[in-house]
């Protein structure tokens, strides 16, 4: 069984026992986050597509940790004017569990 949440202007595939990693939530680890924008649910026979969410559907997951991802490089160059610039950025991300998807 998987299904596909729409979470933080992203969409996720997920199901029992994944984990992803998402835009920083607000929650502390241990704690239970429910996603109610369900776009599709399959459970290998059957695939409910909603328009645009499926009714009644939601993913329950658990939060385990608050991480930073890889650093990204950003450097601006312009060749023959002796300007370049360079900078970093790391995205703050939190790691979720799912641990059950309700039809």
């Known amino acids: 069984m998987y299904a596909i949440v729409e979470f933080g202007g992203k969409q996720h595939k997920v199901a029992p026992k994944d984990i992803i990693e998402v835009n920083r939530l607000n929650k502390e680890p241990e704690k239970k986050v429910t996603f109610d924008k369900v776009l599709l649910i399959s459970d290998g026979k059957k695939v409910e597509i909603g328009q645009p969410y499926v009714e009644g559907a ?46």
Not at 79 to 95: A, C, F, P, V, Y
């Open 58 to 103: 939601s993913v329950e997951a658990e939060v385990i940790s608050q991480v930073k991802a890889r650093k990204v490089i950003i450097f601006k160059y312009l060749r023959r004017k002796d300007s370049h610039k360079k900078t970093g950025h790391r995205q703050k991300l939190t790691k979720l569990l799912i641990t059950k998807i309700n039809k």
